[in-house]
């Protein structure tokens, strides 16, 4: 007796340790998403350049400051571009002189015509004095010749200065309008040594301290929206493919512990970062927090799938990616949707259908 109940208890230890790695399918909601880092970021963030280079000789703004657009934020000094404008307005002014006033070389060529016209008026008269004379049998051969010439040559004379005379005021009319771009030129880069906000937003930060050099290469502050913030994420270039506008995006940031934002996919970068192979995306938020600063990290998860009840196997009980073990053996199965733990089962087993874990 003894014996028979020493077997009874031995079988049904093995029964139960042969069974602990056993289980059934399960129908249960599934959500399949993916990871994401996030970094929060103002909306419209732009950093502020200096298109001249120069000396920082204030700061309109401090870090934190709300600005309006075409509020003043820094000013920058260098007296080349101002001496510059000098020099574009004196050239101005000469030109404008040269063309409206009693320019020298209008002055010359004017009086050059003035004594041709003359002289043509003169070589007129006796060569058709003498044409008359001659229509009359009247004088010799050669002076008929001598006035004609002189006379044509005096119309020539008045033609050639006419035309010098055109030909310098058109080149000092063209030289008055480049005058005039060039000083407006040199205006407009002056003016850009006082540069404003392009937006309405906030001051993030000031890189530049009153008496440094400032070079159109490098940034001198960061403006963005006050009150409006954009959720950045980073996604692997292998999940990018599953990612599409007004996908919900499910947020965890670090400095709000416990708590999940929600989030939809606004907008997807088409270039991928080559340094660490992400794709930016950008989401906005539905119900933001209410205080949110730039640089606030945290973890997302895009869904881009969900079913309310579905068959599912822990992801820990599959075989080859394909396959689970079953008192028929292995068998092949087609799968669906998927996260972290379950794995949803198109074929090829039933909820009644008993899977083990494969021995290691």
């Not at 820094?74 to 030109?95: E, G, M, R």
């Not at 709000?256 to 970062?273: L, M, N, R, T, W």
């Not at 995306?281 to 927090?289: G, L």
Request: with cysteine.
């Amino acid at each position: 007796m003894k014996t028979l109940t020493y077997v009874s208890v031995l079988l049904t230890l093995l029964s139960c340790s042969g069974n602990k790695d056993r289980v059934l399918p399960i129908e249960r909601a599934l959500t399949e998403s993916v990871y994401s880092s996030v970094t929060i970021q103002p909306d419209s963030l732009y950093q502020v350049y200096s298109s001249v280079s120069g000396i920082l000789e204030y700061n309109f703004v401090e870090e934190g400051d709300l600005v309006s657009k075409e509020e003043q934020l820094v000013q920058v000094i260098n007296s080349t571009p101002k001496l510059n404008t000098q020099n574009a307005k004196l050239a101005l002014d000469l030109a404008q002189e040269n063309y409206n006033g009693r320019a020298t070389v209008l002055s010359s060529i004017e009086n050059e015509i003035e004594a041709s016209k003359l002289k043509y008026k003169n070589d007129s008269i006796n060569f058709f004095r003498q044409k008359n004379l001659w229509n009359q049998s009247i004088g010799s051969k050669v002076q008929y010749d001598t006035k004609k010439l002189n006379y044509e040559l005096s119309s020539n004379q008045l033609s050639l200065l006419k035309n010098k005379l055109n030909r310098a005021k058109n080149e000092l009319r063209t030289a008055v309008r480049q005058a005039q771009n060039n000083y407006q030129s040199a205006s407009i880069t002056t003016k850009d040594f006082t540069i404003n906000s392009k937006i309405n937003g906030k001051v993030y930060a000031l890189y530049k301290e009153p008496g440094e050099i400032v070079t159109s290469m490098e940034p001198l502050a960061s403006v963005g929206s006050a009150n409006r913030f954009m959720v950045e994420l980073l996604v692997d270039e292998v999940d990018i493919v599953q990612i599409g506008n007004e996908q919900e995006v499910l947020i965890h940031l670090d400095a709000y512990e416990g708590v999940i934002f929600k989030a939809k996919v606004s907008k997807i970068y088409p270039k991928k970062d080559e340094r660490n192979q992400t794709f930016k995306v950008e989401a906005a938020f539905i119900d933001p927090p209410k205080i949110l600063y730039p640089g606030l990290s945290g973890e997302a998860n895009i869904i881009i799938a969900k079913k309310d009840s579905v068959l599912t196997i822990p992801k820990a009980y599959l075989v080859d990616n394909n396959k689970v073990k079953t008192d028929e053996g292995l068998v092949t199965i087609k799968t669906g949707l998927q996260n972290m733990d379950y794995i949803e089962i198109l074929s090829g087993i039933n909820k009644e259908t008993y899977i083990y874990k494969q021995d290691k």
